[in-house]
């Protein structure tokens, strides 16, 4: 267990809608990152917190926010969902923002399914 | 631009035999690279990171800026080494450059 949680484990909506996924980071770990991985696409970056702030953004779309509170759990709110946003999420953590050698500790991931 | 590429999607190999999974990076600077390995439902977690310069359960990785390689290499596979493997690189040291995972290589080893 890397102590990193998300929930929920799996998630079905439909097209349009819209659903929240939730992070909760080991304890001590001030960065959150979110991914993306989908079989065509492998890992994407979506986005970075650091400590409540927002560190670095990768291929997110507009149509997805995150948000780091100040209990340092994040949530990653999707909206408009498309088939194509199908994948599994994962969240992972680490005590430093992205310094030599940081080591990301991954939770084990939200599978959202759009119908 | 921060990439990387491994292009093998899946590599089998017999139990006994030697392992390479490749990995090329694209970055004009000095990269930082890792490998990370996902068991059957398991999580995702850290195998090796080139700065350390360890062997982690016999594999190893070189670090090859000529070549921008950081190919996984062990000398004998072991049924228990099937796995997923991403080879991941940050590039910069501003403190504000995520991991970029390449797609990921299957490894399964075949008794």
């Known amino acids: 267990d890397s102590g990193v949680t998300q929930t929920p484990k799996h998630l079905i909506t439909a097209t349009g809608q819209r659903v929240t996924l939730r992070c909760s980071p080991r304890?001590?770990?001030?960065?959150v990152y979110w991914y993306q991985q989908s079989l065509d696409q492998g890992l994407q970056f979506l986005i970075q917190?650091?400590?409540?702030?927002?560190?670095a953004k990768g291929n997110i779309l507009e149509r997805f926010s995150a948000q780091q509170f100040p209990d340092l759990h994040s949530e990653l709110n999707l909206s408009s969902l498309e088939l194509g946003d199908s994948a599994l999420y994962f969240c992972?953590?680490?005590?430093?923002?992205?310094?030599?050698?940081?080591?990301?500790?991954f939770g084990s991931g939200t599978q959202l399914s759009v119908l | 631009a921060q990439r990387v590429t491994q292009p093998e999607k899946l590599l089998s190999v017999f139990k006994g035999a030697p392992v390479e999974l490749k990995c090329n990076y694209s970055?004009?600077?000095?990269?930082?690279l890792f490998w990370y390995v996902q068991y059957s439902r398991q999580r995702l977690q850290l195998l090796l990171r080139?700065?350390s310069r360890e062997s982690i359960k016999g594999f190893t990785a070189d670090l090859n800026k000529g070549e921008t390689s950081f190919h996984l290499k062990k000398p004998f596979a072991q049924e228990e080494d099937s796995a997923m493997y991403y080879c991941?690189?940050?590039?910069?040291?501003?403190?504000?450059?995520?991991?970029?995972f390449g797609k990921g290589t299957r490894l399964s080893v075949i008794a």
């Open positions: 992972a953590s680490s005590a430093a923002r992205g310094t030599v050698n940081e080591k990301l500790f």
């Open positions: 304890s001590g770990d001030l960065s």
């Open positions: 917190y650091y400590n409540g702030e927002e560190r």
């Open positions: 970055y004009s600077g000095s990269p930082e």
């Open positions: 080139h700065i």
């Open positions: 991941a690189l940050r590039g910069g040291n501003s403190g504000n450059t995520p991991l970029v």
